[in-house]
């Protein structure tokens, strides 16, 4: 048993020495929510969502803008008329214009593309604010797993030293063999603890990484933030103007005006459409391209004419377009009253978690402060003879648990408190 603990030990020693290199680099929570927001790759599809959004605008507003057109064609000729060969040349240059006056369908589709982006880039926002709340939570993990690591090789350095005493009890025969063998098996069990934590630790380290969208075998090292700047508990809300106020929540409202306005572009598709075209075309009978430009206003053509075309029958088409836009639109209402339904539960169920957070933080404390004291009288007991070493090791396992606690408690309510925030669209 003894080679056994002795290897647990070692191990552990390799382990504590290695938890942070000298190459780590040490990062407070701002530092990390700039990180994330510059390399975070959610938030990097998010944005180039927007910029696709902005080319739908673009290519709505194509529909309604002039278009302009111009060309060239060069002709070489040869009729052959009763055995005499006739050869020909010339060129023919042409510019034409076409617009648009009316037609309802791209104006309302550009109406719909204008809120499309608009939903877009509040949703941009709302995935700015996760992100950051996913590094907060991140940040925070890290800390309670490097805490909880901390508290518990303390465990590891105590159990060490009352194994020494024991030992030396043990050689004074004021101690049992019981006693010592007890005392063993506790710091195997501590330093198998060390070891969980550790790994705990380092896996929360890869968590914050992937989070900040960087590499994750990337060292870290977070810093505790100072108590003045932790996070805010928001007691006093008003929660219909909070699911208002939610940038998700006015997504969905600007995608719901969207599908009306998808909607009467599919109408529109009953509705006359009414356009406008002009040309200028003008030839000369060699290749050079300057004659074109000799005499513009000898030997052309021109043309200007207005359309007006009412669509009579288009095989359904747009009764089509116009029940799967219906349908889209009902769509959109469920999911933004189902969006507010899940809004609502969102903040409710992160209030009662900072709340349930901040309690849990005073009773650990209370806890913590019991633990100790009952430590400190186990000890004395045990070295007056007057306890035997179960009871000490349970009150040093009460204490080790009761220093876990707070910490676990500490860190969950500022996640809690984080969580409300962004449920609050704060």
């Known amino acids: ?122 949703s941009l926002e709302f995935t700015r604010r996760e992100i950051v709340f996913e590094t907060k939570r991140a940040y925070y993990s890290l800390l309670r797993a490097v805490q909880l690591r901390d508290v518990q090789e303390e465990a590891v350095d105590l159990v060490r030293e009352q194994l020494r005493k024991t030992r030396s009890l043990f050689d004074l025969g004021s101690a049992s063999k019981s006693d010592l063998l007890k005392a063993q098996v506790q710091i195997g069990e501590a330093e198998l603890a060390f070891i969980a934590t550790d790994k705990a630790a380092e896996i929360a380290r890869a968590g914050l990484a992937l989070s900040l969208g960087i590499d994750v075998t990337t060292e870290i090292e977070a810093v505790d933030p100072p108590e003045d700047s932790l996070e ?58 300057g004659d074109l430009f000799e005499d513009p206003r000898q030997n052309y053509t021109r043309s200007t004419s207005v359309s007006l075309s009412l669509p009579i029958f288009n095989g359904l088409a747009t009764k089509a377009s116009v029940d799967g836009s219906r349908s889209s639109l009902r769509s959109y209402e469920i999911s933004l009253r189902n969006a507010r339904l899940l809004a609502a539960y969102e903040i409710e169920s992160a209030r009662l978690s900072a709340e349930e957070g901040r309690r849990s933080v005073e009773v650990a404390g209370q806890s913590v402060l019991q633990a100790e004291e009952d430590l400190r009288v186990s000890e004395e007991r045990f070295r007056l003879r007057a306890a035997s070493m179960l009871e000490l090791i349970d009150a040093r396992v009460a204490y080790s648990r009761a220093r876990a606690g707070l910490v676990d408690a500490r860190f969950n309510y500022e996640i809690a408190k984080a969580e409300l925030k962004l449920a609050l669209g704060l």
């Open 232 to 289: 805010e508990e928001v007691t006093d809300f008003d929660i219909e103007a909070a699911i208002s106020s939610r940038p998700d929540i006015k997504s969905w409202e600007e995608l719901l005006v969207a599908a009306r306005r998808s909607l009467l572009a599919s109408q529109a598709g009953w509705w006359p459409e009414l356009n406008l075209s002009m040309s200028y075309s003008r030839g000369v009978g060699s290749h050079w391209l």
């Open 1 to 122: 048993m003894g080679a056994a603990l002795a290897c647990v030990a070692l191990v552990c020693t390799v382990l504590t020495v290695s938890v942070l290199p000298a190459r780590a680099r040490v990062y407070t929570l701002e530092e990390c929510i700039d990180v994330a927001l510059t390399e975070n790759t959610t938030l990097a599809r998010a944005r180039e969502d927007l910029r696709g959004a902005d080319a739908d605008v673009m290519s709505g507003w194509s529909g309604v803008l002039p278009h302009v057109s111009a060309g060239a064609i060069a002709s070489d000729n040869l009729a052959v008329i009763d055995g005499v060969d006739i050869k020909s040349e010339g060129l023919t240059g042409s510019i034409g214009l076409s617009q648009t006056l009316f037609d309802g369908s791209t104006f309302a589709r550009i109406a719909g593309a204008h809120r499309g982006r608009t939903a877009t880039k509040l």
